[in-house]
């Protein structure tokens, strides 16, 4: 039986290639973009029959429906649904210098659009066996870790904050899903060289990064609930 997976923000970057691991795994996967050219044209550049371009906008509500009866026009399940899409917008800004609306768009894709991704798209989650949710998040996230230094010090408050909001997404849910399913748990990839920090040298290449996401993605180990690094489990 065919399996689905549908990865956000997948037009470019880790995204594209998470689409191009999956799909190379035998899934059918829809490849999510708010901007249909850019989409059609990630479609084409793989060459994977088994890759469908899905349009979807994480912060048009009207968008999330349309691409969830997309969806379901071809199947009754998702078997892993990754919210991958993400803006970093205050790089170069200190808490102090934040503008406010910055902040809201980046809550409003980080946190709101994942958000709104797992409750529309949950019922067919939930009809796939051993149904998965994937968070992509940063470690810069992780309270324990930024306050102890363990990670690249950009104290980017709305980069920051609006994926800390994410991971409380994932326990949030993880807690309510409990043992029933669906398994639901946060990935950092970890500093990767993309477009979202302006291709800053010296990070890891969108492929290693995806593979990261693409291996606890289709692990049989149970990860609910938990936020992950390349190296496992990571404090909140
Ligand atoms: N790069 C890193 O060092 C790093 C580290 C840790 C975590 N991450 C996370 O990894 C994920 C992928 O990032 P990346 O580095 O691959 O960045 P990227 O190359 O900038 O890709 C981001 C993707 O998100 C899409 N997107 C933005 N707003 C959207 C919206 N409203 N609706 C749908 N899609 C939207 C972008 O689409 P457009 O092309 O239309 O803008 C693009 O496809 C993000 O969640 C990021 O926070 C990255």
């Known amino acids: 039986m065919t399996k689905y997976a549908l990865v956000t923000g997948a037009n470019k970057g880790i995204g594209l290639e998470v689409v191009r691991q999956l799909a190379e795994k035998e899934y059918h996967v829809f490849l999510g973009a708010r901007n249909e050219e850019l989409g059609e044209k990630a479609v084409q550049s793989l060459g994977l029959a088994n890759v469908s371009f899905l349009h979807v906008d994480v912060t048009d509500s009207g968008s999330i429906k349309h691409a969830y009866q997309k969806v379901q026009e071809v199947s009754e399940t998702l078997d ?68 102890n230094g363990q990670t690249a010090p950009i104290n980017a408050l709305g980069y920051n904050a609006s994926k800390t909001a994410m991971n409380a997404l994932t326990l949030a849910f993880g807690k309510e899903f409990s043992d029933n399913g669906p398994e639901i748990f946060g990935v950092t990839p970890g500093f990767t060289t ?10 890891k290449t969108k492929a290693e990064s995806a593979q990261i996401i693409t291996q606890y993605a289709l692990d049989n180990a149970n990860y609910h609930g938990k936020i992950l690094d390349k190296n496992g489990i990571i404090p909140w």
């Open 80 to 147: 892993i649904l990754i919210n991958n899409a993400g803006v970093f917008l205050d790089h170069h800004s200190t808490p102090s210098q934040t503008n406010e609306e910055t902040l809201r768009r980046e809550f409003d894709v980080n946190f709101f659009g994942a958000f709104q991704m797992i409750q529309t798209f949950l019922p067919l989650v939930k009809k796939a066996e051993g149904g998965k949710i994937v968070n992509v998040t940063t470690d810069m996230a992780s309270q324990t870790m930024f306050d």
């Open 194 to 203: 993309t477009d979202l920090n302006g291709n800053a040298p010296g990070g």
